[in-house]
């Protein structure tokens, strides 16, 4: 046997391997001994078959079975053997076996180069502390209420807060913005719809949802809309749109009172336990906010800390999982197809930054686990399992059998288990300086 590693890039070598006709007969020949007694020809014993007659009656198979064995074995010697970290297969070649002379395999492989671990003990980073302020638990308590309102069908001039049935069509000049924007109905013409007067931040026409304050029942009103060089449909970007609505039915948000029947739905004694609820809530969810945020930061400066070429393979598949999370949200935001193909350049762009980032966190991350011996057990495994199970509404014995029939996902697991373990490790090492309070993002 000959290995022979040829570099195609820095981070890419051909391995290729081959093997003398020497070599091939033994293996072909093991081959046919362990057929031989496992199969039955006419006029023989099982097992007892004539060598010659099982390669004849078998050959198909045989050549199968042992391509597989030279690729094994080629991986086992040529592949396992790299002094470097081997990433990912890209391709193997196996057109270079031929059982009748000298035979070779090749495999592309992506590789990480070699570079020495920054420090990676003692990382400073500045931590906040997870508090709650009144303010916060004061809003809580305001989306509770509101989530239990009831609407009130009315007849008065429209505040902020009301919900009303509406029609509006959008033009720009004299041009219909349905003609212009076919597949953004929100738009360009509402026949009917429910807005909430004054509300900040929700989907749709910003005008309109502010234009309706002061109108009330059957009147008509025109309003304007100049919509921002960097909005997301590209063809209403930096244009003036007018809009004239008609109001169809106004409904008042009642509150409920948070008297005794209010407090046992919600499985308190008062507002004071409620309070105290909400604000282990609070507490609780900064503390994870908190901690991503100690992870990223982590992280940043182990990427800032080294450069190196990172593997083609690598980046291509991180870049891929970018862009299609990238557009699923943007569809979900109602952002069309057309629109993402039409950026599709600068979102590659963008997506590939990411990629590299991401990948280089991941391979650093990864040689520190190595260094530390960090492994992902059974237990961890079984733990992540019931977690998924848990968040997708699936029952673990379910989602147990989807994973045996997907070995990609359970990689994938494992290696998500190990970067979090990983993480964990490097959060105990830090060095934390107590900056200010959390803030509420709320």
């Known amino acids: 046997m000959n290995i022979d590693n040829k570099d195609i890039s820095p981070t890419r070598k051909a391995i290729v391997v081959e093997f003398t006709s020497d070599e091939l007969a033994s293996e072909e020949a093991g081959v046919i001994a362990e057929f031989s007694q496992h199969v039955s020809l006419p006029g023989f014993r099982k097992g007892k078959a004539n060598a010659s007659m099982v390669r004849t009656r078998y050959a198909k198979e045989i050549k199968k079975e042992l391509k597989q064995r030279l690729v094994q074995k080629a991986h086992q010697d040529g592949v396992g053997n790299l002094e470097h970290k081997v990433f990912s297969i890209v391709e193997i070649d196996t057109d270079g076996i031929d059982n009748k002379k000298d035979s070779k395999v090749t495999f592309t492989v992506d590789i990480v180069p070699a570079f020495d671990l920054p420090e990676y003990e003692g990382i400073e980073i500045e931590s906040t502390e997870a508090t709650a302020e009144d303010k916060e638990i004061d809003q809580m308590i305001e989306q509770i209420l509101s989530q239990r309102a009831e609407f009130k069908p009315v007849e008065k001039v429209i505040e902020k807060g009301d919900y009303v049935r509406c029609g509006y069509v959008g033009k720009i000049g004299d041009q219909l913005i349905d003609e212009l924007v076919p597949n953004h109905k929100m738009y360009g013409t509402q026949k009917s719809t429910w807005e909430e007067a004054g509300a900040e931040g929700t989907p749709g026409v910003s005008a309109v949802v502010e ?188 989602l147990v059998k989807q994973l045996r029939n997907n070995q990609e996902q359970i990689d994938a697991m494992r290696d998500d288990i190990k970067i979090g373990k990983t993480l964990g490790f490097l959060m105990e090492k830090a060095n934390r300086k107590l900056g200010s309070k959390s803030e509420s993002k709320d």
């Open 211 to 398: 234009g309706l304050i002061g109108m009330k029942i059957g009147d008509t009103k025109e309003v304007e809309m100049e919509f921002p060089s960097d909005f997301h449909v590209t063809e209403l970007a930096d244009k003036k749109a007018q809009y004239e609505i008609s109001v169809e039915e106004v409904r008042e948000k009642i509150l409920p009172e948070m008297d005794e029947a209010f407090f046992e739905s919600l499985k308190v004694k008062d507002e004071g336990e409620l309070r105290e609820q909400i604000k282990k809530t609070i507490e609780h969810r900064k503390s994870e906010e908190i901690a991503n945020a100690e992870r990223q930061k982590i992280i940043d400066h182990l990427v800032q800390q080294i450069e190196i070429p990172l593997p083609e393979s690598g980046i291509e598949s991180e870049r891929n999982l970018i862009l299609k999370d990238f557009m699923q949200k943007n569809m979900q935001a109602g952002v069309s197809a057309e629109d993402f193909e039409k950026n599709k350049e600068s979102l590659h762009d963008s997506a590939s930054k990411m990629a590299e980032s991401r990948l280089k966190s991941k391979i650093v991350l990864d040689l520190i686990a190595d260094k530390e011996k960090i492994k992902v057990e059974n237990d961890d495994l079984s733990r992540a399992i019931m977690h998924q199970a848990s968040m997708t509404g699936q029952k673990p014995e379910a």
